[in-house]
């Protein structure tokens, strides 16, 4: 194998690529959390829905729209249905 830079020039580029990893993770915490406040919210909403259209709310839809499974929704929503939730 042939050493290409020299080994201040990797270390600066390791520290670089820290840098972008670390910009990257903070946005998917953010973008997780704005994902997760809006599956909240369709949970919410979904219990205060008249009888014949919880299900455009229910798990199923929710988990379409999310990328999650009907049973991770269901998870979550008992959750937060369970007392010190």
């Known amino acids: 194998m042939m050493i ?3 080994p201040a020039e990797r270390l600066t580029l390791i520290s670089k690529a820290r840098a972008e990893y ?3 993770q903070a946005g998917f915490e ?3 959390t704005r994902l ?3 599956v909240g919210k369709a949970l919410d909403e979904a219990d205060v ?3 014949d259209r919880k299900r455009e709310l229910g798990p199923s839809a ?6 999650f499974t009907r ?3 269901s998870q979550l929503r008992e ?4 007392p010190g939730a």
């Open 62 to 67: 929710i988990g379409r729209a999310a990328g």
């Open 22 to 24: 670390d910009r990257a």
């Open 36 to 38: 997760m406040t809006q």
């Open 49 to 51: 829905l008249p009888p």
């Open 71 to 73: 049973e991770y929704i």
């Open 4 to 6: 290409t830079v020299t």
């Open 79 to 82: 959750a937060r249905r369970s």
């Open 30 to 32: 953010r973008a997780r």
